[in-house]
């Protein structure tokens, strides 16, 4: 199994443009999650789903998007880069049921920086 | 919203050494979780804890969900070069639209010297 995968690895953006992070997971999770890891602040939950067509914001939502039309896939997109939204961004999955809910599995991360 | 405190911030330990970090939160949370993250991985989970008072071992690991819900700590033993990386404390807080949403500590980084 290849758990959560994330493209791209690296970005780089100007001000302005869009893109999309790509997330995808074969465990059969419910719960998908995106989080955002800046220097001193640890993960910051960004959006999160808790099934197909389901999504809410988390704790830093503000300047992107997300939507589940599938199980499998969780993509985050940013419409307006900003240089603030320079950082490692990791998507994660878990079940919805005991045990192992809450247990979530990362994915190895994509860098963006925006200049 | 919920915060969490972890310390230290940093350590820098010879290796064979014992390290000890715990987190504390100003409110409860149902579950504790510890991570670990290499440089260029995503962070991978090292202990689970469900229940207020439970101290859990995996290997060389071990640790304790707080009597109070408020806190956690992760205790390593011995400490090998391979135990360097940034090492997480997660929680999830009471209540049903706390459902699976996590909560981190800032992170410890971990320095072994050999």
């Given at each position: 199994n290849a758990g959560v995968?994330?493209?791209?690895?690296?970005?780089?953006?100007?001000?302005g443009q869009s893109m999309t992070?790509?997330?995808?997971?074969?465990m059969n999770h419910e719960y998908m999650s995106w989080y955002r890891q800046d220097p001193g602040?640890?993960?910051?939950?960004?959006?999160?789903?808790?099934g197909a067509g389901i999504t809410?914001?988390?704790?830093?939502?503000?300047?992107?998007?997300?939507?589940?039309?599938?199980?499998?896939?969780f993509p985050l997109r940013l419409l307006s880069a900003a240089p603030s939204q320079t950082s490692v961004y990791f998507c994660a999955s878990s079940y919805s049921g005991r045990p192992g809910a809450n247990v979530l599995t990362f994915g190895a991360g994509s860098r963006l920086t925006v200049l | 919203g919920q915060q969490l405190n972890q310390s230290p911030q940093s350590m820098?330990?010879?290796?064979?050494?014992?390290?000890?970090m715990n987190c504390t939160s100003s409110s409860i949370f149902n579950t504790w979780l510890w991570y670990k993250q290499d440089p260029g991985e995503g962070p991978?989970?090292?202990?689970?804890?469900?229940?207020?008072?439970?101290?859990?071992?995996?290997?060389?690991?071990?640790a304790q969900f707080g009597i109070t819900r408020k806190d956690s700590f992760l205790n390593i033993s011995a400490s090998i070069p391979s135990d360097v990386g940034i090492y997480f404390?997660?929680?999830q807080g009471a209540g049903g639209t706390s459902y699976g949403k996590l909560t981190f500590g800032q992170g410890t980084i971990l320095t072994v010297h050999p």
């Open positions: 995968t994330q493209t791209p690895k690296f970005q780089v953006l100007k001000t992070l790509q997330c995808a997971q074969d602040m640890g993960l910051r939950l960004i959006h999160y789903s808790v809410d914001q988390g704790e830093v939502p503000n300047g992107y998007n997300v939507s589940r039309s599938t199980t499998e896939d | 820098f330990i010879q290796e064979g050494e014992d390290v000890s991978v989970l090292l202990i689970a804890l469900y229940k207020a008072g439970e101290l859990t071992s995996n290997g060389r690991l071990t404390c997660a929680g």
